[in-house]
């Protein structure tokens, strides 16, 4: 939808290994970097990333392309907020009149984000200006809440009626069908409708945008009904196209202005308010759901820590243990805030002052600490069965960490505290390490470069091979302007089966027939999806087949290539049994011959 001109300037600005190593930890190889993929677990670095071409590939899992849909996989964006965000990031505008915004898609979610925003407007004005606010006023003036952080907010209230919110809304002149794809109203198993929200106050979600996505409402009085019936103390929206509980965070849109680059994690709405009208500015929360990689993904793009500061009990320790292992997974760093004296943030600083709970974020621990704490909180290590099962524990929490000084750092400390020697607990970390690989998919990583030319034979016949044999044909047409001289006087980009590679082929020949030399970077930016045929094309550039002499190979590659094609057509005469065209049979036979004995 936009000119390549304008996506090949946004991504020259945008280095993708600047880009990626805010998720990844690159090391340089060669000419390129590797790291272990973001995108599924691994001990062995399969995730390749080349300055040269501005392309990502995991040999591992397959995933790969160029930074646009580097960002589009790891964040979770369409094609046009990954472009957007690379082009903020550049200090681009992108145009609005672009043709994109007529997409179907992009016309629903617009509505759906102006139905939001009228209805954060219509539970504002209800909690600040009618007689029916005053129940949401009082539990706010309660929580201590202050009406300049309302208005910061957009807090409000959804009145204890049937339909109150439905009945506005319409009369904005919004039908039933948007706004139970919304999720505003809700729909009974009679067809009746009602609003999702009653008695409760809400709390719009905002993304970093300032697009309203959706809600969460608290109830005021959660004691069960007269039917025994007792409503969830906190209601989000449902899913909808705008609005994935498991992937945004509440306060964000704030929290990312705030100077530094921490962001401290906590699990309730009014302990992110709390804390930021004290102050401290940079504080999200999750949306009521145990934390998520896509999540983590999202604070790591704003952060270069991330501060976790649950609930003091033991459920809130438990879900501090598992997002330390998440956050470390995706290669992202953590440390634990540790509250004495109160349940929560909002708590602790009702009662102790911001100052309190700035120190207690200046004495946070790294999560790997945290979590050594916890298990040698367990034992006795004064006794010889405390240290043993101390040391067995700690080993396998040390096995999920992928940075060997942190670990080795660790091992030297456990070796001190217990008079166990090093190598002794080194040696029971690598043992559960091994054990808990066993449990991992396979990870090897790599592909067998050929250095000869391909045979023909090899190919012909397997239409599975049939990417593989166009993109091998294509990449040494990228690559030099008298191999695709020959391509091209033998190929059109229609003869190439796959739409991936047909796609590559008119933007290949398009490039040389201009004057320039293909840029792949550029040209995957045709793909506005992260998927296959992408995945497929950033192998092919970013760890290519060598051969001795490109020139043969190329001619082989093509012969290859028309073989597959020859033979697929035989097999389909083949299926067709006696209505099969004989003519046609031994002129395709007679053709497969041919390039047979073509060297």
């Given at each position: 939808?936009?000119?390549?001109?304008?996506?090949?300037?946004?991504?020259?600005?945008?280095?993708?290994?600047?880009?990626?190593?805010?998720?990844?930890?690159?090391?340089?190889?060669?000419?390129?970097?590797?790291?272990?993929?973001?995108?599924?677990?691994?001990?062995?670095?399969?995730?390749?990333?080349?300055?040269?071409?501005?392309?990502?590939?995991?040999?591992?899992?397959?995933?790969?392309?160029?930074?646009?849909?580097?960002?589009?996989?790891?964040?979770?964006?369409?094609?046009?907020?990954?472009?957007?965000?690379?082009?903020?990031?550049?200090?681009?505008?992108?145009?609005?009149?672009?043709?994109?915004?007529?997409?179907?898609?992009?016309?629903?979610?617009?509505?759906?984000?102006?139905?939001?925003?009228?209805?954060?407007?219509?539970?504002?004005?209800?909690?600040?200006?009618?007689?029916?606010?005053?129940?949401?006023?009082?539990?706010?003036?309660?929580?201590?809440?202050?009406?300049?952080?309302?208005?910061?907010?957009?807090?409000?209230?959804?009145?204890?009626?049937?339909?109150?919110?439905?009945?506005?809304?319409?009369?904005?002149?919004?039908?039933?069908?948007?706004?139970?794809?919304?999720?505003?109203?809700?729909?009974?198993?009679?067809?009746?409708?009602?609003?999702?929200?009653?008695?409760?106050?809400?709390?719009?979600?905002?993304?970093?945008?300032?697009?309203?996505?959706?809600?969460?409402?608290?109830?005021?009085?959660?004691?069960?009904?007269?039917?025994?019936?007792?409503?969830?103390?906190?209601?989000?929206?449902?899913?909808?196209?705008?609005?994935?509980?498991?992937?945004?965070?509440?306060?964000?849109?704030?929290?990312?202005?705030?100077?530094?680059?921490?962001?401290?994690?906590?699990?309730?709405?009014?302990?992110?308010?709390?804390?930021?009208?004290?102050?401290?500015?940079?504080?999200v929360a999750t949306l009521g759901t145990a934390l998520t990689e896509q999540q983590v993904r999202l604070l790591n793009r704003y952060s270069d820590e991330i501060l976790i500061c649950y609930d003091s009990d033991e459920a809130g320790v438990k879900a501090a243990l598992r997002a330390i292992d998440l956050i470390g997974s995706v290669g992202g760093r953590s440390r634990v805030i540790r509250l004495r004296g109160a349940k929560d943030p909002d708590e602790y600083i009702k009662a102790n002052g911001v100052e309190a709970f700035r120190e207690a974020v200046s004495k946070s621990v790294p999560?790997?600490?945290?979590?050594?704490?916890?298990?040698?909180?367990?034992?006795?290590?004064?006794?010889?069965?405390?240290?043993?099962?101390?040391?067995?524990?700690?080993?396998?929490?040390?096995?999920?960490?992928?940075?060997?000084?942190?670990?080795?750092?660790?091992?030297?400390?456990?070796?001190?505290?217990?008079?166990?020697?090093?190598?002794?607990?080194?040696?029971?970390?690598?043992?559960?390490?091994?054990?808990?690989?066993?449990?991992?998919?396979?990870?090897?990583?790599?592909?067998?470069?050929?250095?000869?030319?391909?045979?023909?034979?090899?190919?012909?016949?397997?239409?599975?091979?049939?990417?593989?044999?166009?993109?091998?044909?294509?990449?040494?047409?990228?690559?030099?302007?008298?191999?695709?001289?020959?391509?091209?006087?033998?190929?059109?980009?229609?003869?190439?089966?796959?739409?991936?590679?047909?796609?590559?082929?008119?933007?290949?020949?398009?490039?040389?027939?201009?004057?320039?030399?293909?840029?792949?970077?550029?040209?995957?930016?045709?793909?506005?999806?992260?998927?296959?045929?992408?995945?497929?094309?950033?192998?092919?550039?970013?760890?290519?087949?060598?051969?001795?002499?490109?020139?043969?190979?190329?001619?082989?590659?093509?012969?290859?290539?028309?073989?597959?094609?020859?033979?697929?057509?035989?097999?389909?005469?083949?299926?067709?049994?006696?209505?099969?065209?004989?003519?046609?049979?031994?002129?395709?036979?007679?053709?497969?011959?041919?390039?047979?004995?073509?060297?």
């Amino acid at each position: 939808m936009y000119s390549q001109g304008l996506i090949s300037e946004i991504c020259s600005r945008n280095d993708i290994v600047d880009y990626v190593s805010r998720y990844v930890r690159l090391k340089k190889s060669g000419r390129g970097y590797t790291g272990l993929c973001p995108f599924h677990n691994e001990k062995t670095p399969s995730f390749h990333v080349s300055p040269d071409k501005q392309l990502f590939h995991c040999f591992g899992c397959g995933a790969g392309g160029n930074l646009i849909q580097f960002v589009m996989r790891i964040e979770g964006l369409d094609f046009r907020d990954a472009l957007k965000t690379l082009a903020d990031r550049a200090g681009m505008a992108l145009p609005e009149d672009d043709g994109y915004d007529n997409d179907a898609a992009i016309l629903k979610k617009k509505k759906i984000y102006a139905m939001n925003k009228a209805a954060a407007r219509f539970f504002y004005d209800t909690l600040t200006k009618t007689p029916a606010g005053r129940e949401g006023l009082k539990y706010f003036a309660a929580r201590r809440i202050k009406a300049e952080t309302i208005n910061i907010y957009g807090l409000g209230f959804a009145p204890e009626s049937y339909d109150m919110l439905f009945s506005h809304m319409r009369e904005q002149g919004y039908t039933q069908e948007e706004l139970l794809e919304a999720g505003l109203i809700s729909q009974n198993e009679k067809g009746s409708v009602y609003d999702r929200f009653r008695g409760r106050v809400m709390f719009p979600i905002i993304d970093v945008r300032g697009n309203v996505i959706g809600f969460g409402g608290r109830i005021l009085d959660d004691s069960p009904r007269a039917d025994g019936f007792k409503p969830p103390k906190y209601l989000n929206s449902a899913q909808t196209p705008v609005f994935d509980k498991g992937r945004n965070l509440f306060s964000l849109n704030l929290a990312k202005n705030a100077p530094g680059r921490e962001l401290i994690l906590v699990e309730g709405y009014m302990d992110v308010i709390s804390v930021y009208q004290a102050g401290v500015k940079n504080i999200v929360a999750t949306l009521g759901t145990a934390l998520t990689e896509q999540q983590v993904r999202l604070l790591n793009r704003y952060s270069d820590e991330i501060l976790i500061c649950y609930d003091s009990d033991e459920a809130g320790v438990k879900a501090a243990l598992r997002a330390i292992d998440l956050i470390g997974s995706v290669g992202g760093r953590s440390r634990v805030i540790r509250l004495r004296g109160a349940k929560d943030p909002d708590e602790y600083i009702k009662a102790n002052g911001v100052e309190a709970f700035r120190e207690a974020v200046s004495k946070s621990v790294p999560g790997t600490e945290f979590k050594l704490m916890q298990v040698k909180g367990k034992y006795n290590i004064e006794s010889t069965d405390g240290k043993v099962k101390f040391i067995s524990e700690a080993a396998d929490a040390l096995s999920t960490v992928n940075d060997a000084v942190e670990v080795d750092a660790y091992i030297s400390r456990m070796a001190q505290e217990t008079g166990i020697g090093r190598e002794a607990i080194y040696s029971e970390y690598k043992k559960k390490t091994a054990r808990n690989r066993l449990f991992r998919p396979n990870e090897e990583a790599g592909r067998i470069r050929r250095t000869e030319v391909p045979k023909a034979e090899a190919y012909s016949g397997e239409r599975k091979g049939s990417i593989e044999t166009e993109l091998g044909i294509l990449r040494l047409a990228a690559e030099e302007k008298r191999i695709y001289k020959i391509v091209k006087e033998q190929l059109s980009p229609q003869d190439f089966d796959s739409d991936a590679a047909r796609l590559i082929a008119e933007e290949i020949y398009k490039s040389w027939d201009g004057g320039q030399r293909p840029e792949p970077a550029v040209i995957l930016a045709k793909f506005q999806t992260d998927g296959r045929g992408a995945a497929d094309a950033a192998g092919a550039f970013i760890d290519p087949v060598r051969y001795d002499d490109n020139e043969t190979a190329v001619k082989q590659l093509i012969r290859a290539m028309k073989m597959d094609k020859v033979s697929a057509q035989i097999a389909e005469e083949e299926k067709k049994g006696n209505s099969m065209d004989i003519m046609r049979m031994a002129q395709l036979h007679k053709e497969y011959e041919k390039l047979k004995r073509q060297q």
